[in-house]
């Protein structure tokens, strides 16, 4: 199958400083690419969608401007977790959607990065 | 109203045995795709099986098995011969296809006891 690549895996910053989390998808190009955000033993919460070329689509209750997507290519997706604050503490992980298959079967997603705030 | 529903918060099971886990999900789109995906403790999400609303029959992956009750709007994955690996969450997910969103449970955690 497809392979989406997400990096790092686990980052512990300071709070106050900004974090990038990046996700290629390595072998097709996506012109979608999902964040999500998963607190521990719950399911993933979908934060955003983000469409190459274009601005991000945030769901309900995501602040845009400190949650900031880039998707500047059809192979990378970053998001940046600006000013982090301990209760940005969460596991964040991406998916992609094949940009060349008209009702992609299924979506690939990134390992998932730990970020701990401290 | 909940896309997708998972009733079942934990589930355990013996070794070798077959377990059945729940999902039911919402949907007034014709077209849609059903998914199943394992998310063992390191965090990545395994897709496991693919049900598209049309197929006329169960999909079958090695030892997963989706019995796929289109009228009930349920979607159960049967895992057969549990084993140790076996012991994850698992999430059920629905994929309308007047959209790319993907709506997902919130997950049953699977243990199999040895």
């Known amino acids: 199958g497809a392979v989406v690549?997400?990096?790092?895996?686990?980052?512990?910053?300071?709070?106050?400083?900004?974090?990038?989390?990046?996700?290629?998808?390595?072998?097709?190009?996506?012109?979608?690419?999902?964040?999500?955000?998963?607190?521990?033993?719950?399911?993933?919460?979908?934060?955003?969608?983000?469409?190459?070329?274009?601005?991000?689509?945030?769901?309900?209750?995501?602040?845009?401007?400190?949650?900031?997507?880039?998707?500047?290519?059809?192979?990378?997706?970053?998001?940046?977790?600006?000013?982090?604050?301990?209760?940005?503490?969460?596991?964040?992980?991406?998916?992609?959607?094949?940009?060349?298959?008209?009702?992609?079967?299924?979506?690939?997603?990134?390992?998932?990065?730990?970020?701990?705030?401290? | 109203a909940q896309k997708i529903t998972q009733t079942q918060p934990g589930m355990f099971v013996q070794e070798k045995e077959a377990v059945t886990l729940d999902c039911t999900y919402d949907t007034s789109d014709p077209s849609y795709g059903l998914f199943w995906y394992k998310q063992p403790s390191s965090g990545e999400m395994i897709f496991l099986i693919y049900q598209g609303s049309y197929d006329q029959q169960n999909a079958t992956e090695g030892r997963y098995s989706l019995n796929f009750q289109k009228a009930r709007k349920s979607a159960n994955l049967v895992i057969s011969a549990s084993q140790l690996g076996d012991s994850a969450m698992y999430f059920c997910a629905m994929r309308e296809n007047t959209g790319n969103q993907f709506y997902f449970g919130t997950g049953t955690s699977l243990t199999v006891i040895p």
């Open chain 1, 5 to 118: 690549s997400q990096h790092p895996s686990r980052v512990i910053c300071k709070s106050g400083t900004s974090v990038k989390i990046e996700c290629r998808s390595l072998d097709f190009q996506a012109t979608t690419m999902f964040w999500y955000r998963q607190f521990p033993k719950q399911s993933l919460m979908l934060m955003a969608t983000s469409n190459e070329g274009s601005k991000a689509t945030y769901e309900q209750g995501v602040e845009k401007d400190k949650f900031l997507i880039n998707h500047a290519s059809l192979t990378l997706s970053t998001l940046t977790v600006t000013s982090a604050h301990p209760e940005d503490s969460s596991f964040y992980i991406c998916s992609a959607l094949e940009s060349s298959t008209q009702g992609s079967t299924e979506a690939f997603f990134g390992q998932g990065t730990r970020l701990t705030v401290v």
